[in-house]
């Protein structure tokens, strides 16, 4: 497939196509993790597109991203969810948003390249890669649910 070089020249069968793919993966994203922690799924919808729209403003639209929930969270949210309650998961999901805050401005002031240089394909891949392994049971449990749902949902994401 090639390369999409400027988004101003898609043909419009590829960008229904694309859209449609965004929005499947988007949308499975950000509500099963509202599902799996317990968080209300309209929040995290709303807080989602609260969010890009400010990444678009703060960007000037120089980046096409949909900021939504991170995998990433479950398992220690789940964890302090289990010990301390849920009030006390969501003050580390504020915390952990401060600390965004904090990073974000030290990239601003020495910059991507430096930053970039601390997290090399070699260590950001594993992550990935656990991350993905850690909810590979999640996703099969919810796939026996509807097989058949399942396949069109990965065929669409994965086209």
């Keep these: ?35 799996i922690t317990g968080l209300n799924i309209s929040v995290a919808l709303f807080m989602a597109g609260c969010g890009t729209l400010l990444f678009y403003v703060i960007s000037k639209r120089k980046v096409p991203a949909f900021l939504g929930s991170s995998f990433a969270f479950i398992a220690p949210m789940l964890v302090v969810a289990d010990k301390f309650g849920l009030p ?3 003050g580390g999901i504020v915390v952990a948003g401060l600390l965004y805050l904090v990073l974000s401005g030290l990239v601003s002031v020495f910059g991507v390249k430096k930053v970039l240089s601390f997290f090399p394909p070699v260590v950001t ?12 049971p999640v996703a099969i449990d919810m796939a026996t649910g ?6 069109v949902g990965f065929v669409v994401v994965t086209a």
Excluded at 146 to 151: E, S
Aim: hydrophobic share 55%; charged share 15%.
């Design 146 to 151: 509807n097989w058949g749902l399942a396949l």
């Design 88 to 90: 006390y998961a969501c």
């Design 125 to 136: 891949g594993p992550i990935i890669i656990v991350i993905g392994l850690k909810l590979a």
């Design 1 to 35: 497939m090639e390369a999409i070089r400027d988004g101003d020249y898609i043909d419009p069968a590829k960008k229904i196509i694309l859209g449609l793919q965004h929005m499947f993966t988007m949308f499975g994203a950000t509500v099963l993790v509202p599902i």
